[in-house]
């Protein structure tokens, strides 16, 4: 179009399209005439007149429903009894929430080819609180639940017998039993596969076993004490196999048990399929295979043995209260119900404590200390250190330290066996069945019960001279192997007092105004051992030279006999080298 042109002032210069116009708000009546029209619409309806913005040309099955008139909104009063509210359509384009009333399908209504399944199981029923099962244990008399802590507790019980050692035989076995039993140096891994791989001490490996794979049934069905089979029918009752759930393809009835609910074969109007599903059969599924032979494991069990010179035999598991701290005018609550089956070592201790507490012990555990009374003894190792006599001891295994008189004597009575000899010489009314249990166990382990050997003590002190002002003057020892650092400290300690100038001078060329040593390191005078034996061929320092003087050759003691201090005195026998 040539520019400069107004459109306005000049409409006939706008350039037309040749494109058919879409004629709005026209009817095709309007083009014929009207005789015409009057014959063809003869007894015909008046033409509905659409609103705008109505598509003629929409496909959908939507009839028109003119609009109602906007007013008040009306309450629920305001329908009949016999009206509905319609459910509101779903958007196009959104998919229907889950479970609303117009996606779920209608309850006894099957989707299109569909089968409907049942899963045959027995309902598990959940007992009220107070109604569950019980049981009384054979072993400690202690109630217990049969679905929660039954099987655990018995497992325990055959561990304490050493019941598992054929199953499982651990990496310490000591004594017929394991040494590291909470796993702090063997740990053990559980050989079932699928099964965790969490590492676990032996203790908590043999019970895992017994509760998670059927250990403990295999145990008691080997048990032949009275009331075990009951017990055994009680915990594992007759399993009952169920029909395992697969999968089906379409059209393929699927295995019911004889408990299913009936199917409703009856016709669904709402049903948009025509075909009808048939009532599937009923047919019991057998299982896919056999339950394997179980596997018999042998039972260690405590030998019986009669003890000598006295009727009483123990119980397994029996409560006990102490016959020391709890007699009559006494109360202790740790000495109640020890236990004398699986708690014996815990029952043993208690018993050495207190009789150590009554200086009991004495007699047979030599303190070494003298002929002093038990209360004057010297208990915690300031002055006296102890060692255990026994070579093969847990005791003297690895860099253990010594220990004091108490540890020392409660120790000799626990595991060497000194509070047996103690109730043997002390028998009152009611020990005599703490001494046959403690004797039985004693003896199930092969051991005999012998005297003590001869004391190991180490006899500590603090230095006489420094009074142990210096580190190295404290807990000096008349060991033999720790003789000659307590030597060593006590020659130094005399050279500090001055008192080697008489026997040891040093010479007028190293003597200063007062009569003492002007080079005591050496860096001008030196000195040499004229001792013939002597290992020392080099030259010292004049405080180096006497201290040698002294220690190695006997100027030490020949001091110590002269020395105004008793104390000291005495000890120039005793650190002879």
């Known amino acids: 179009m040539p520019k400069g042109v107004d459109l306005e002032s000049d409409p006939s210069a ?38 705008p913005g109505f598509n003629p040309s929409d496909d959908s099955e939507d009839e028109y429903t003119p609009m109602a008139k906007k007013g008040r909104k009306k309450n629920d009063s305001d329908f009949d009894s016999e009206e509905e509210i319609k459910p509101k359509k779903a958007r196009r384009g959104r998919p229907p929430k889950y479970g609303s009333s117009q996606s779920s399908p209608m309850p006894n209504t099957p989707r299109p080819n569909s089968v409907p399944t049942y899963q045959a199981t027995t309902p598990v029923i959940k007992p009220e609180p107070g109604q569950e099962e019980t049981l009384v244990c054979l072993m400690c008399s202690e109630t217990l639940k049969v679905d929660t802590n039954a099987r655990f507790h018995y497992s325990v019980h055959y561990y304490d017998a050493n019941a598992f050692i054929s199953l499982l035989k651990p990496e310490d076995l000591k004594d017929g039993k394991a040494q590291d039993e909470i796993g702090r140096v063997h740990k053990y891994t559980c050989p079932h596969e699928g099964c965790t791989r969490r590492k676990m001490g032996y203790k908590e490996m043999c019970v895992h076993l017994a509760t998670a794979h059927q250990q403990l049934r295999q145990l008691m069905m080997d048990d032949t004490r009275p009331g075990i089979k009951e017990v055994l029918d009680r915990l594992y009752p007759q399993e009952i196999f169920s029909a395992v759930k697969v999968k089906q393809e379409k059209g393929v009835p699927v295995p019911l048990a004889s408990s299913a609910p009936e199917v409703d074969d009856s016709e669904d109007v709402d049903d948009p399929t025509d ?40 119980r397994v598991d029996k409560i006990h209260n102490c016959l020391i701290c709890n007699a009559p005018g006494r109360s202790n609550k740790d000495g109640r119900k020890l236990n004398l089956g699986s708690g014996l070592q815990e029952l043993k201790y208690h018993y050495s404590v207190c009789v150590y507490n009554e200086g009991g012990l004495v007699p047979f555990i030599d303190p070494g200390q003298g002929s002093l009374k038990s209360e004057e003894l010297e208990v915690y190792g300031a002055k006296f250190r102890y060692k255990c006599p026994f070579p093969n001891c847990s005791k003297n295994q690895g860099r253990n330290k010594a220990i004091g008189y108490k540890e020392y004597a409660i120790h000799c009575g626990v595991a060497h066996h000194q509070i047996e000899k103690w109730m043997v010489a002390n028998m009152r009314p009611g020990l005599e069945e703490v001494y046959a249990a403690v004797k039985i166990a004693r003896e199930e382990e092969s051991m005999e019960m012998v005297d003590m050997p001869e004391v190991i003590v180490e006899e500590m002190h603090t230095c006489f001279i420094c009074e142990g002002k210096e580190r190295e003057g404290r807990n000096l020892s008349f060991d033999g192997s720790m003789v000659y650092q307590t030597r ?42 004229q001792e013939k034996d002597c290992s020392v061929k080099r030259k010292m320092g004049y405080k180096e030279f006497t201290i040698h003087m002294s220690n190695e050759h006997g ?8 020395d105004h201090r008793e104390a000291i005195r005495n000890l120039a026998g005793r650190i002879k080298k």
């Open 275 to 314: 075909a009808k599903v048939e009532t599937p059969k009923v047919f019991k599924v057998a299982p896919m295979f056999k339950a394997a032979p179980p596997k018999v494991f042998p039972v260690i069990r405590k030998a019986e043995v009669k003890t000598e010179g006295t009727p009483y035999a123990p």
């Open 488 to 529: 060593y400290h006590y020659a130094s300690c005399y050279y500090d007092e001055g008192a080697y100038l008489h026997e040891y001078p040093p010479g007028a060329q190293n003597m200063n105004e007062e009569g003492g040593p002007k080079d005591i390191l050496g860096k001008e005078v030196k000195y040499h051992c």
């Open 555 to 562: 100027g030490l003691e020949k001091i110590m006999k002269v």
């Open 14 to 51: 706008r350039r037309k399209s040749t494109r058919a116009k879409k004629m709005m708000n026209h009817s095709l009546l309007d083009d014929l005439p009207e005789d015409i029209v009057n014959s063809v619409m003869k007894g015909a309806k008046n033409e509905v007149v659409m609103p």
